[in-house]
Protein backbone atom coordinates (compact mmCIF):
# COMPACT_ATOMS: atom_id res chain seq x y z
CA UNK A 1 0.00 0.00 0.00
CA UNK A 2 1.35 3.54 -0.29
CA UNK A 3 0.24 6.86 1.21
CA UNK A 4 -1.57 9.69 -1.17
CA UNK A 5 -3.43 12.96 -0.60
CA UNK A 6 -6.70 12.60 -0.52
CA UNK A 7 -6.95 15.06 -3.24
CA UNK A 8 -5.26 12.89 -5.76
CA UNK A 9 -7.16 9.72 -4.74
CA UNK A 10 -9.88 9.52 -6.67
CA UNK A 11 -9.94 5.69 -8.50
CA UNK A 12 -7.58 4.35 -5.72
CA UNK A 13 -8.46 1.36 -3.38
CA UNK A 14 -8.74 1.81 0.68
CA UNK A 15 -6.69 0.06 2.59
CA UNK A 16 -9.15 -0.03 5.79
CA UNK A 17 -12.32 1.42 6.92
CA UNK A 18 -12.52 5.06 7.54
CA UNK A 19 -15.00 6.01 10.67
CA UNK A 20 -16.93 9.17 10.23
CA UNK A 21 -17.90 10.43 13.77
CA UNK A 22 -21.07 12.74 13.91
CA UNK A 23 -21.63 13.66 18.00
CA UNK A 24 -24.50 12.60 19.45
CA UNK A 25 -25.71 10.79 16.05
CA UNK A 26 -23.95 7.70 14.63
CA UNK A 27 -20.26 6.42 14.54
CA UNK A 28 -19.73 4.27 11.59
CA UNK A 29 -17.52 3.52 9.08
CA UNK A 30 -17.82 5.79 6.15
CA UNK A 31 -16.24 4.21 3.80
CA UNK A 32 -14.94 0.41 4.12
CA UNK A 33 -11.78 -0.98 3.13
CA UNK A 34 -12.15 -1.78 -0.55
CA UNK A 35 -13.65 1.21 -1.47
CA UNK A 36 -12.51 3.00 -4.57
CA UNK A 37 -12.65 6.84 -4.04
CA UNK A 38 -14.68 8.38 -6.29
CA UNK A 39 -14.96 12.34 -6.76
CA UNK A 40 -17.91 13.18 -4.94
CA UNK A 41 -16.20 11.53 -2.02
CA UNK A 42 -13.10 13.88 -1.51
CA UNK A 43 -15.49 16.87 0.24
CA UNK A 44 -17.16 14.07 2.78
CA UNK A 45 -13.11 12.69 3.47
CA UNK A 46 -11.97 15.83 3.98
CA UNK A 47 -14.46 17.18 6.42
CA UNK A 48 -13.82 14.05 8.42
CA UNK A 49 -10.35 15.27 8.73
CA UNK A 50 -8.36 12.73 6.06
CA UNK A 51 -5.84 14.70 4.17
CA UNK A 52 -4.04 11.56 3.22
CA UNK A 53 -5.07 8.25 2.56
CA UNK A 54 -3.61 4.58 2.60
CA UNK A 55 -4.70 2.96 -0.56
CA UNK A 56 -3.61 -0.04 -2.48
CA UNK A 57 -1.13 0.31 -5.02
CA UNK A 58 -2.52 -1.81 -7.96
CA UNK A 59 -0.36 -3.50 -10.48
CA UNK A 60 -0.29 -5.07 -13.74
CA UNK A 61 -1.54 -8.77 -13.54
CA UNK A 62 -3.67 -7.74 -10.34
CA UNK A 63 -7.62 -7.70 -9.70
CA UNK A 64 -9.87 -5.69 -7.08
CA UNK A 65 -12.14 -7.79 -5.40
CA UNK A 66 -15.00 -6.53 -7.06
CA UNK A 67 -13.70 -6.86 -10.65
CA UNK A 68 -12.44 -10.16 -9.77
CA UNK A 69 -16.23 -11.48 -7.98
CA UNK A 70 -17.72 -10.16 -11.96
CA UNK A 71 -15.63 -12.58 -13.84
CA UNK A 72 -16.78 -15.63 -11.28
CA UNK A 73 -20.28 -13.87 -11.62
CA UNK A 74 -19.48 -14.88 -15.53
CA UNK A 75 -18.98 -18.13 -15.04
CA UNK A 76 -22.40 -18.80 -13.06
CA UNK A 77 -25.05 -16.39 -14.84
CA UNK A 78 -27.47 -17.89 -16.93
CA UNK A 79 -30.46 -16.87 -18.85
CA UNK A 80 -33.63 -16.16 -16.35
CA UNK A 81 -31.42 -14.33 -13.51
CA UNK A 82 -30.24 -11.06 -12.67
CA UNK A 83 -27.07 -9.84 -10.57
CA UNK A 84 -26.73 -7.14 -7.93
CA UNK A 85 -23.90 -4.75 -8.02
CA UNK A 86 -20.99 -5.94 -5.84
CA UNK A 87 -21.01 -5.03 -2.37
CA UNK A 88 -18.26 -5.46 0.20
CA UNK A 89 -16.75 -7.85 -2.45
CA UNK A 90 -19.46 -9.89 -3.24
CA UNK A 91 -22.29 -10.39 -5.99
CA UNK A 92 -25.51 -12.21 -5.87
CA UNK A 93 -27.42 -13.55 -7.99
CA UNK A 94 -31.78 -13.53 -8.25
CA UNK A 95 -33.56 -15.79 -9.84
CA UNK A 96 -35.55 -13.75 -12.47
CA UNK A 97 -38.70 -16.34 -12.75
CA UNK A 98 -40.24 -19.35 -10.49
CA UNK A 99 -38.75 -23.03 -12.08
CA UNK A 100 -36.15 -25.46 -11.42
CA UNK A 101 -32.59 -24.38 -10.30
CA UNK A 102 -29.88 -26.97 -11.48
CA UNK A 103 -26.11 -26.86 -10.79
CA UNK A 104 -23.38 -28.49 -12.49
CA UNK A 105 -22.04 -29.71 -9.13
CA UNK A 106 -19.03 -31.68 -10.20
CA UNK A 107 -17.78 -27.99 -12.28
CA UNK A 108 -18.87 -26.28 -8.99
CA UNK A 109 -16.84 -28.34 -7.25
CA UNK A 110 -13.74 -27.83 -9.43
CA UNK A 111 -14.16 -24.07 -9.49
CA UNK A 112 -14.16 -24.05 -5.44
CA UNK A 113 -10.96 -26.09 -5.67
CA UNK A 114 -8.89 -22.89 -6.79
CA UNK A 115 -6.99 -20.75 -4.27
CA UNK A 116 -8.84 -17.65 -3.19
CA UNK A 117 -12.08 -17.81 -5.21
CA UNK A 118 -15.50 -19.07 -3.75
CA UNK A 119 -19.03 -19.70 -5.38
CA UNK A 120 -21.89 -20.54 -3.14
CA UNK A 121 -25.23 -22.08 -4.17
CA UNK A 122 -28.38 -23.29 -2.56
CA UNK A 123 -29.45 -26.92 -3.52
CA UNK A 124 -29.63 -27.82 -7.16
CA UNK A 125 -32.51 -29.38 -8.47
CA UNK A 126 -34.92 -27.53 -6.04
CA UNK A 127 -37.70 -25.20 -6.84
CA UNK A 128 -37.07 -21.17 -6.45
CA UNK A 129 -39.57 -18.48 -7.06
CA UNK A 130 -38.91 -15.18 -8.56
CA UNK A 131 -36.92 -12.81 -6.33
CA UNK A 132 -35.34 -16.08 -4.49
CA UNK A 133 -31.62 -15.81 -3.63
CA UNK A 134 -29.04 -18.08 -6.05
CA UNK A 135 -25.80 -17.87 -5.44
CA UNK A 136 -22.89 -15.43 -3.68
CA UNK A 137 -19.47 -15.41 -5.10
CA UNK A 138 -16.52 -13.32 -4.26
CA UNK A 139 -12.58 -13.98 -4.05
CA UNK A 140 -10.94 -14.32 -0.61
CA UNK A 141 -8.77 -11.24 -0.27
CA UNK A 142 -9.13 -7.10 -1.50
CA UNK A 143 -6.99 -8.19 -4.79
CA UNK A 144 -6.04 -11.18 -6.18
CA UNK A 145 -3.79 -12.42 -8.98
CA UNK A 146 -5.14 -12.91 -12.40
CA UNK A 147 -3.75 -15.93 -13.12
CA UNK A 148 -6.03 -17.29 -10.40
CA UNK A 149 -9.33 -15.98 -12.16
CA UNK A 150 -7.93 -18.04 -14.95
CA UNK A 151 -7.15 -21.14 -13.21
CA UNK A 152 -11.07 -20.78 -11.99
CA UNK A 153 -12.10 -19.74 -15.61
CA UNK A 154 -10.68 -23.26 -17.10
CA UNK A 155 -12.45 -25.09 -14.36
CA UNK A 156 -15.54 -23.87 -14.91
CA UNK A 157 -15.49 -24.99 -18.85
CA UNK A 158 -17.76 -23.19 -21.16
CA UNK A 159 -20.65 -22.86 -20.19
CA UNK A 160 -22.47 -21.83 -17.10
CA UNK A 161 -22.63 -23.48 -13.65
CA UNK A 162 -25.88 -22.48 -13.20
CA UNK A 163 -29.52 -22.76 -14.52
CA UNK A 164 -32.78 -21.92 -13.93
CA UNK A 165 -35.18 -23.60 -16.18
CA UNK A 166 -38.77 -22.04 -15.72
CA UNK A 167 -42.16 -24.60 -14.66
CA UNK A 168 -43.66 -25.52 -18.65
CA UNK A 169 -46.35 -28.71 -17.20
CA UNK A 170 -49.64 -26.63 -16.97
CA UNK A 171 -51.83 -29.95 -17.34
CA UNK A 172 -52.18 -33.31 -15.57
CA UNK A 173 -54.48 -36.02 -15.75
CA UNK A 174 -55.13 -38.42 -12.33
CA UNK A 175 -56.38 -42.01 -12.56
CA UNK A 176 -57.57 -43.08 -8.95
CA UNK A 177 -57.12 -47.27 -8.56
CA UNK A 178 -58.76 -49.39 -6.30
CA UNK A 179 -62.07 -51.13 -5.49
CA UNK A 180 -62.74 -49.87 -2.08
CA UNK A 181 -62.63 -45.71 -3.23
CA UNK A 182 -64.35 -46.96 -6.96
CA UNK A 183 -67.12 -48.53 -4.86
CA UNK A 184 -67.40 -45.70 -2.30
CA UNK A 185 -66.59 -48.06 0.44
CA UNK A 186 -64.37 -45.17 1.58
CA UNK A 187 -63.89 -41.33 0.04
CA UNK A 188 -60.55 -40.73 -2.29
CA UNK A 189 -58.65 -38.57 -0.05
CA UNK A 190 -55.53 -38.84 -2.38
CA UNK A 191 -56.93 -36.77 -5.21
CA UNK A 192 -57.45 -33.78 -3.16
CA UNK A 193 -53.64 -34.11 -1.98
CA UNK A 194 -52.02 -34.35 -5.13
CA UNK A 195 -54.62 -31.42 -7.06
CA UNK A 196 -53.08 -29.23 -4.14
CA UNK A 197 -49.38 -29.88 -4.97
CA UNK A 198 -49.78 -29.73 -8.61
CA UNK A 199 -51.78 -26.23 -8.01
CA UNK A 200 -48.61 -25.45 -6.29
CA UNK A 201 -46.48 -25.14 -9.83
CA UNK A 202 -49.57 -23.42 -11.77
CA UNK A 203 -50.90 -27.18 -12.56
CA UNK A 204 -54.46 -28.24 -13.63
CA UNK A 205 -56.05 -31.64 -13.48
CA UNK A 206 -57.66 -31.52 -16.72
CA UNK A 207 -58.89 -35.04 -16.46
CA UNK A 208 -59.73 -37.72 -13.65
CA UNK A 209 -60.96 -40.91 -13.69
CA UNK A 210 -61.10 -43.08 -10.47
CA UNK A 211 -61.09 -47.02 -11.63
CA UNK A 212 -60.88 -50.41 -9.60
CA UNK A 213 -58.06 -52.81 -9.15
CA UNK A 214 -58.80 -55.03 -12.49
CA UNK A 215 -55.74 -54.45 -14.52
CA UNK A 216 -57.54 -54.34 -17.95
CA UNK A 217 -59.23 -51.50 -16.82
CA UNK A 218 -56.77 -49.87 -15.14
CA UNK A 219 -54.56 -50.17 -18.47
CA UNK A 220 -57.67 -48.19 -20.33
CA UNK A 221 -57.93 -45.54 -18.40
CA UNK A 222 -54.59 -44.85 -18.47
CA UNK A 223 -54.60 -44.89 -21.90
CA UNK A 224 -57.95 -42.31 -21.60
CA UNK A 225 -55.76 -40.41 -19.36
CA UNK A 226 -53.01 -40.29 -22.00
CA UNK A 227 -55.43 -39.38 -24.74
CA UNK A 228 -56.57 -36.30 -23.25
CA UNK A 229 -53.67 -34.38 -24.09
CA UNK A 230 -52.35 -34.07 -19.97
CA UNK A 231 -48.75 -33.28 -20.03
CA UNK A 232 -48.43 -35.07 -16.93
CA UNK A 233 -50.26 -38.60 -15.95
CA UNK A 234 -50.21 -39.67 -12.10
CA UNK A 235 -52.04 -42.52 -10.84
CA UNK A 236 -52.64 -43.22 -7.28
CA UNK A 237 -53.23 -46.33 -5.25
CA UNK A 238 -51.88 -49.80 -6.06
CA UNK A 239 -48.37 -49.73 -6.15
CA UNK A 240 -47.48 -52.03 -3.10
CA UNK A 241 -46.47 -55.16 -3.61
CA UNK A 242 -49.84 -57.08 -2.57
CA UNK A 243 -51.02 -59.47 -5.45
CA UNK A 244 -54.36 -57.32 -6.27
CA UNK A 245 -51.74 -53.64 -6.36
CA UNK A 246 -51.58 -54.01 -10.37
CA UNK A 247 -51.10 -50.22 -10.93
CA UNK A 248 -47.02 -51.17 -12.05
CA UNK A 249 -47.90 -53.42 -14.32
CA UNK A 250 -51.01 -51.03 -15.63
CA UNK A 251 -48.73 -48.82 -16.43
CA UNK A 252 -45.83 -50.91 -18.42
CA UNK A 253 -48.93 -52.30 -20.68
CA UNK A 254 -50.14 -48.76 -21.26
CA UNK A 255 -46.96 -48.75 -23.41
CA UNK A 256 -44.78 -46.48 -20.89
CA UNK A 257 -40.97 -47.14 -20.62
CA UNK A 258 -40.06 -47.43 -16.60
CA UNK A 259 -37.36 -45.57 -15.63
CA UNK A 260 -37.28 -46.84 -11.95
CA UNK A 261 -40.16 -49.03 -9.69
CA UNK A 262 -38.93 -48.29 -6.15
CA UNK A 263 -37.11 -45.32 -4.95
CA UNK A 264 -34.54 -45.16 -1.68
CA UNK A 265 -36.30 -42.54 0.18
CA UNK A 266 -38.31 -42.38 2.80
CA UNK A 267 -41.66 -41.86 2.84
CA UNK A 268 -41.57 -42.66 -0.73
CA UNK A 269 -40.26 -46.08 -1.38
CA UNK A 270 -43.06 -47.55 -3.74
CA UNK A 271 -42.81 -44.81 -6.36
CA UNK A 272 -42.38 -45.44 -9.88
CA UNK A 273 -41.78 -43.65 -12.89
CA UNK A 274 -41.85 -43.59 -16.60
CA UNK A 275 -42.22 -41.80 -19.76
CA UNK A 276 -43.72 -42.74 -23.04
CA UNK A 277 -42.54 -41.88 -26.33
CA UNK A 278 -43.31 -38.53 -27.13
CA UNK A 279 -41.84 -37.64 -23.28
CA UNK A 280 -45.14 -37.84 -21.41
CA UNK A 281 -43.99 -38.08 -17.87
CA UNK A 282 -46.12 -40.97 -15.86
CA UNK A 283 -45.80 -41.54 -12.00
CA UNK A 284 -47.46 -44.26 -9.90
CA UNK A 285 -47.58 -42.27 -6.49
CA UNK A 286 -47.08 -44.18 -3.31
CA UNK A 287 -50.18 -43.92 -0.17
CA UNK A 288 -47.65 -42.30 1.93
CA UNK A 289 -48.33 -39.28 -0.52
CA UNK A 290 -51.71 -38.86 1.18
CA UNK A 291 -50.52 -38.12 5.07
CA UNK A 292 -47.01 -37.23 4.67
CA UNK A 293 -46.19 -33.52 4.66
CA UNK A 294 -42.91 -34.08 2.87
CA UNK A 295 -42.07 -37.31 0.05
CA UNK A 296 -40.61 -38.18 -2.76
CA UNK A 297 -43.17 -37.03 -4.75
CA UNK A 298 -42.24 -33.23 -3.50
CA UNK A 299 -38.85 -34.11 -4.25
CA UNK A 300 -39.36 -35.14 -7.92
CA UNK A 301 -42.00 -32.50 -8.74
CA UNK A 302 -40.09 -29.92 -9.74
CA UNK A 303 -37.90 -31.66 -12.00
CA UNK A 304 -41.58 -33.16 -13.67
CA UNK A 305 -42.95 -29.27 -13.62
CA UNK A 306 -39.70 -27.94 -15.07
CA UNK A 307 -39.79 -31.06 -17.95
CA UNK A 308 -36.13 -31.93 -16.83
CA UNK A 309 -36.20 -35.49 -17.26
CA UNK A 310 -34.87 -37.96 -14.29
CA UNK A 311 -32.64 -41.04 -14.94
CA UNK A 312 -32.47 -43.99 -13.17
CA UNK A 313 -28.87 -42.71 -11.44
CA UNK A 314 -30.87 -39.81 -10.22
CA UNK A 315 -33.28 -42.09 -8.41
CA UNK A 316 -30.08 -43.67 -6.92
CA UNK A 317 -28.82 -40.91 -5.82
CA UNK A 318 -31.52 -39.83 -3.71
CA UNK A 319 -30.52 -42.18 -1.10
CA UNK A 320 -28.14 -39.98 0.20
CA UNK A 321 -30.49 -37.62 2.23
CA UNK A 322 -33.74 -39.32 1.27
CA UNK A 323 -34.45 -40.39 5.09
CA UNK A 324 -37.21 -37.97 6.11
CA UNK A 325 -36.42 -37.30 9.62
CA UNK A 326 -40.11 -37.03 10.69
CA UNK A 327 -40.27 -33.82 12.36
CA UNK A 328 -43.26 -32.76 14.76
CA UNK A 329 -42.96 -29.38 12.92
CA UNK A 330 -42.61 -29.80 9.29
CA UNK A 331 -40.53 -26.75 7.70
CA UNK A 332 -39.72 -28.16 4.20
CA UNK A 333 -38.23 -27.62 2.18
CA UNK A 334 -35.58 -25.84 4.67
CA UNK A 335 -34.92 -29.56 5.75
CA UNK A 336 -31.87 -31.55 5.03
CA UNK A 337 -34.79 -33.86 3.22
CA UNK A 338 -33.80 -34.77 -0.45
CA UNK A 339 -30.46 -32.87 -0.03
Not at 161 to 175: E, G, Q, S
Not at 208 to 226: F, M, S, T
Request: net charge negative; glycine share 10%; proline share 5%.
Amino acid sequence: MKLVNTTEAVGHILCHDLTQIIPGVSKDARFRKGHTVTDEDIPVLLSMGKEHLYVWELTEGVLHEDDAARKLLALCKNENMSSTEPKEGKIELIADCDGLFKVDTERLCAVNSQDEVMIATRHGNTAVHRGDKLAGMRVIPLVIEEEKLKAAEEAAGETPLLRLVPFTKRTAAIVTTGSEVAKGIIKDAFTPVVVKKLEAYGISVIHHAIVGDEPEKVVAEILRAKESGAEIIICTGGMSVDPDDSTPGAIRASGARVVRYGAPVLPGAMLLIGYYDDGTPVLGLPGCVMYAKATIFDLILPRIAADDPITREEIASLGHGGLCLGCESCHFPICPFGK
